[in-house]
T-cell receptor
Framework: GIQVEQSPPDLILQEGANSTLRCNFS?????LQWFHQNPWGQLINLFY???GTKQNGRLSATTVATERYSLLYISSSQTTDSGVYFC????????????FGKGTKLTVNP | ETGVTQTPRHLVMGMTNKKSLKCEQH?????MYWYKQSAKKPLELMFV???????ENNSVPSRFSPECPNSSHLFLHLHTLQPEDSALYLC?????????????FGSGTRLTVV
């Protein structure tokens, strides 16, 4: 199956700093998405980003499908950004399944 | 609250017990999912229901038994579990069949098997 690698596995920032999280894939993927899981376990869908760039407030995401990677940018980080960020993809294209990466654990200190 | 409600939030059960996890959504979604999140491992898809029919069973042991009585409710019945089944169990729903329609997750049930 397709391998997905997220980097870095852990990231510690001071409030106000910017960061870039990365997801690399071993092959082309479908329906790529980014999620944030807060420290209480709640998973929130951030972006559906099969290709191109999207922005939502301080967050933006870029997927370069031909290069098999996706990036999540967090600008002016806040303590509420802490948690685990996952990328996920649909391995079969058009199915109901999502395969998740292992995540990047982000800690934003005040 | 995201619109997907899971109960209970925490559950401790013995290996011989029988318990059920409940998931409820009133978002008008017609697909529902169970995911398992173990420590240090990626989320794993367990079951998918679309229009109340099971469309995916991701090689899950029979000690986990899903039930979807209608499009708003999803259960996961548990019996004779093992300690390694301890995990966060997440329910999700989507408007259509597939990630394109966007997933909404519940807050999960933290299960501990003793």
């Amino acid at each position: 199956g397709i391998q997905v690698e997220q980097s870095p596995p852990d990231l510690i920032l001071q409030e106000g700093a910017n960061s870039t999280l990365r997801c690399n894939f071993s092959d082309s993927v479908n329906n790529l998405q980014w999620f944030h899981q807060n420290p209480w376990g709640q998973l929130i869908n951030l972006f559906y980003i099969p290709s191109g760039t999207k922005q939502n407030g301080r967050l933006s995401a870029t997927t370069v499908a031909t290069e098999r990677y996706s990036l999540l940018y967090i600008s002016s980080s806040q303590t509420t950004d802490s948690g685990v960020y996952f990328c996920a993809f649909d391995p079969q294209g058009g199915s109901e399944k999502l395969v998740f990466g292992k995540g990047t654990k982000l800690t934003v200190n005040p | 609250e995201t619109g997907v409600t899971q109960t209970p939030r925490h559950l401790v059960m013995g290996m011989t017990n029988k318990k059920s996890l409940k998931c409820e959504q009133h978002l008008g979604h017609n697909a529902m999912y169970w995911y398992k999140q173990s420590a240090k491992k990626p989320l794993e898809l367990m079951f998918v229901y679309s229009l109340e029919e099971r469309v995916e069973n991701n090689s899950v042991p029979s000690r986990f038994s899903p039930e979807c009585p209608n499009s708003s409710h999803l259960f996961l019945h548990l019996h004779t579990l093992q300690p390694e089944d301890s995990a966060l169990y997440l329910c999700a729903s989507s408007r259509g069949q597939g990630p394109y329609y966007g997933y909404t997750f519940g807050s999960g049930t933290r299960l501990t098997v003793v």
